[in-house]
């Protein structure tokens, strides 16, 4: 697909998409209104219809979701296959990471898919020439079970003999690093590449070629472009919402198409920029603590809550959290953050001084 990365990225020199400088004024801005329970205080373009009508069905279709996976576990062959087949390899231990917003089920699809064993329960089986461990969520538990179980890992990992693929998200990873010496055996560290505002405009016109998306703000057409550059920012801020992760990226732009013509322009979506809700208030430090937990053990069950963090939260702050988008239950009864969020809520920790490493 074009613009699309043609190879996995190193871990510490990930390239985040940046939007315009002008922009990051205004979105610094935008969030203290936000934070203050203000208005945004923005207005919507004059060439916006006045018939526009809520959009029900999803935008995106399986094949949006099937082209990409396709793309990802193409990247991840081309990096470990050779290394898998090797026979004799100094590098026994390797990485490969995702942002929180990519999907936690992403490296165990891969693996699957490939026929190549995992350790779903963060075990190692020493009879194993090769194993997947497709999440770190086994590892991450900020109690002194978990830390143990972190620490066996870590001793039976230096002396195994089966090559270890790691896989988990980049905060999982830097937790990891705090706690333990793991990383000290890995070879080679390296991410899912980010995807800028060219590639994920042509992600959005897989299924969508013919049809035309215009903001709300400035009544451009947001997929278009001249002499390379796009008619309006919204791809570029896009981008940099959500550090490139396409799977992101296209959750905000579903909750970002509210309305729709359906009379005299049918082939046209308007689309408004996704208002990423601020934490309740009065109670953002527990908020904060809480999401920072949630982020770290990926999922969290809210019977273990008390296990992790070292203050009582206040009555109905889960449910608000919920109910603002930031959390959702998963299939098991584990607290998740919603992935589009993922970005958002690093962003809202980092600048509370709460450790989330770089990326």
Same mark, same amino acid.
């Given at each position: ?46 060439l916006v219809p006045d018939d526009l009508q809520s959009v029900t069905s999803p935008i995106f279709g399986q =094949? #949006? ?5 396709? /793309? ?15 026979? %004799? ?26 026929? /190549? ?40 990992? =230096?002396?195994?003999? #089966? ?13 990891? /690093? ?30 969508? %070629? ?25 791809m570029i801020d896009l981008a940099a919402d959500v550090w490139g992760c396409p799977w992101a990226a296209l ?21 408004? *920029? ?8 009065? /109670?953002? *430090? ?25 203050? #009582?939260?206040?009555y109905g702050l889960l449910r608000a959290l919920k109910r603002r988008g930031f959390l959702c239950m998963d %299939? ?28």
């Amino acid at each position: 697909m074009e613009h699309f990365p043609k190879s996995l990225v190193s871990f510490p020199d990930y390239p985040k998409p940046q939007t315009r400088a002008t922009n990051r004024v205004r979105d610094a801005f935008l969030r203290l209104r936000r934070n203050l329970h203000l208005d945004n205080g923005e207005d919507e373009s004059d060439l916006v219809p006045d018939d526009l009508q809520s959009v029900t069905s999803p935008i995106f279709g399986q =094949e #949006t979701f099937d082209r990409l996976d396709e /793309h990802v576990f193409g990247l991840l062959d081309d990096s470990f296959a050779d290394w898998v087949e090797e026979e %004799d390899t100094p590098h026994r231990v390797c990485a490969c990471l995702s942002l929180p917003s990519a999907p936690s089920d992403l490296f165990q699809r891969w693996a699957e898919s490939r026929g /190549h064993a995992t350790l779903e329960d963060g075990k190692l089986d020493g009879r194993l020439r090769f194993a997947v461990l497709p999440s770190l969520d086994p590892l991450c538990e900020r109690s002194p079970s978990g830390l143990e179980r972190l620490r066996r890992f870590c001793e039976k990992a =230096e002396t195994d003999k #089966t090559r270890l693929l790691l896989c988990g998200s980049t905060i999982q990873w830097s937790f990891i /690093h705090w706690i333990c010496g793991l990383d000290l055996l890995v070879s080679d560290v390296r991410m899912i590449p980010p995807l800028d505002a060219a590639a994920l405009a042509s992600l959005l016109a897989i299924e969508h %070629d013919a049809h035309c998306f215009k903001s709300v703000k400035s009544g451009a057409a947001i997929l278009n472009t001249e002499d390379g550059e796009f008619a309006d920012d919204y791809m570029i801020d896009l981008a940099a919402d959500v550090w490139g992760c396409p799977w992101a990226a296209l959750e905000v732009f579903e909750h970002s198409v509210t309305r729709n013509v359906s009379a005299e322009e049918a082939d046209v979506t308007w689309l408004d *920029r996704y208002d990423w809700p601020a934490l309740p208030m009065n /109670h953002t *430090r527990d908020a904060r603590f809480l999401l920072h937990a949630v982020l770290i053990h990926g999922g969290l069950a809210p019977q273990d809550i008390a296990n992790v963090l070292p203050l #009582t939260l206040p009555y109905g702050l889960l449910r608000a959290l919920k109910r603002r988008g930031f959390l959702c239950m998963d %299939d098991t009864g584990h607290l998740r953050i919603v992935p589009h969020m993922a970005s958002h809520v690093h962003r809202v920790l980092r600048e509370a001084g709460f450790p989330v490493g770089e990326v």
